[in-house]
């Protein structure tokens, strides 16, 4: 149930036409309607979580999606900006032709460049086919579907020839992750699947929007040190204790939050994925209740799925760069190492370095550029993660959600206090950053800002 009906603060919903000539019933409807690109957004999210793709993997995947939606739609409101010349390597995108329905072209765009993005294609184009067809049914004349799908593909190709220049065969080249078994500060490969690091080069990859990978890098972690009373020991035993003495509502902030794609489910002798969704795909599917309640139409939605997926793409690059240079081992090893062997975190712990907390920057990147675009006060019931058998959880705003993420991850023994604390930091500032440097021309914070 979706309940919240607070009114966007700084979207303008305009009832513009579509580009070209379709029907101007059909295209004023539909220009109103976000609906079609919330479904693809939907798709994209359900294929990547069966595909088990990895946190930063499903961020720039959901960014490169997105831009390409907001390009093939941007034209159907008047003063809309293109993002070619914001972020870096982006060229002029191709104009639409006199019969181009930007909201067909939008959702076109966003699942064409899904598709060559993950590794199930056939389910994304078949989902598209079927979501093209049915803009026919709702009086898009053929000749405008037919346009606009080809538009919609042009905008991708544009869209993808740009990616591939975003330095991710150079990263998936370099050496994998070597663990240091003599150097107890360094992190390890936990259980139960004992995983190698994940994407320990994510920080060559190219930023939409942040000036390197570290410019908002955190203060370091504080040393190592098992030694009885020592800042880290007692960081180690904030967590213990945090688990430890649990409560039933930390236990279920923990288990909303986890979206963790490795969680393993162990049956005798075998392991079978437990199939979550990303902490990136949460905050999409965050930013599709928002534009339901909201009422947004398509060029509305397309921006907001944008900035928010930039926010993502960029905040795991921020934390991955910190992550595999601080190369901090997690509260488990050092527990079981030192303080108790039979000691479990609530959570599984996830597969790679613990400094600073992934949901702790990307919540608080994404809860920035939400705050802009729908107010500070947005209350909201989140039920995204209610297909993956959770509840729904509510909220007084993104903020409070940001934070309730964050700490979720002490509460599921994952991670340091100090991880949650700098990590929040960090993600806040990565937002701050989307929302100074992309100007859509669409919002009234451009021209307040």
């Excluded at 397309?302 to 595999?324: P, Q, R, T």
């Excluded at 509510?394 to 949650?420: C, D, K, N, Q, T």
Aim: negative net charge; charged residues 20%; aromatic residues 8%.
């Amino acid at each position: 149930m979706r309940l919240s009906n607070t009114v966007p603060a700084l979207f303008v919903l305009v009832s513009a036409t579509a580009c070209g000539a379709a029907a101007p019933e059909a295209s004023g409807s539909l220009d109103r309607d976000a609906r079609p690109l919330q479904q693809a957004m939907d798709r994209v999210t359900r294929v990547m979580v069966d595909e088990v793709t990895s946190p930063p993997v499903a961020a720039r995947t959901y960014a490169y999606a997105s831009i390409a939606a907001y390009e093939a739609a941007r034209h159907v409101r008047p003063g809309g900006r293109t993002l070619a010349g914001q972020l870096p390597g982006l060229k002029a995108v191709p104009e639409p032709g006199p019969d181009v329905v930007g909201p067909v072209a939008a959702v076109a765009a966003l699942l064409t460049v899904a598709e060559s993005l993950v590794y199930d294609e056939a389910a994304v184009a078949a989902y598209r086919d079927s979501l093209l067809d049915a803009f026919g049914d709702r009086g898009v004349p053929r000749r405008g579907v037919r346009a606009s799908a080809a538009y919609g593909g042009e905008v991708a190709s544009h869209v993808l020839a740009w990616a591939a220049t975003d330095g991710l065969k150079e990263a998936r080249a370099l050496p994998r992750y070597r663990v240091e078994q003599d150097d107890p500060s360094r992190w390890q490969p936990t259980p139960p699947a004992y995983m190698a690091g994940i994407e320990p080069n994510w920080d060559v990859l190219r930023p939409f929007v942040l000036r390197t990978a570290a410019e908002f890098r955190p203060p370091p972690p504080v040393p190592y040190d098992t030694t009885p009373g020592s800042p880290f020991q007692r960081e180690v035993r904030a967590v213990y204790d945090a688990v430890t003495e649990a409560t039933q509502e930390e236990i279920e902030i923990a288990k909303f939050w986890d979206c963790n794609p490795y969680a393993l489910q162990a049956e005798g002798h075998f392991m079978f994925s437990m199939k979550k969704i990303t902490p990136g795909g949460h905050w999409m599917g965050i930013t599709g209740v928002a534009l339901e309640e909201s009422g947004a139409g398509v060029v509305e939605a397309a921006e907001a799925y944008a900035l928010v997926a930039i926010a993502l793409a960029d905040g795991f690059l921020s934390v991955w760069e910190e992550k595999y240079r601080s190369e901090l081992v997690r509260p488990e090893t050092v527990i079981n190492r030192g303080m108790d062997p039979g000691w479990r975190p609530i959570l599984q712990t996830p597969p790679f370095p613990e400094y600073t907390s992934g949901h702790s920057v990307v919540s608080g990147a994404a809860a920035e550029v939400l705050t802009v675009l729908f107010g500070e006060d947005f209350a909201y019931h989140d039920d995204v993660e209610v297909p993956y058998g959770l509840p729904v959880r509510s909220y007084a705003s993104f903020r409070e959600a940001a934070e309730e993420a964050a700490i979720s991850r002490l509460y599921g023994g994952i991670h340091y206090p100090m991880a949650v604390e700098h990590g929040l930091t960090q993600g806040r500032a990565v937002g701050k950053a989307v929302i100074q440097r992309v100007r859509t021309g669409a919002r009234v914070a451009d021209a307040t800002r």
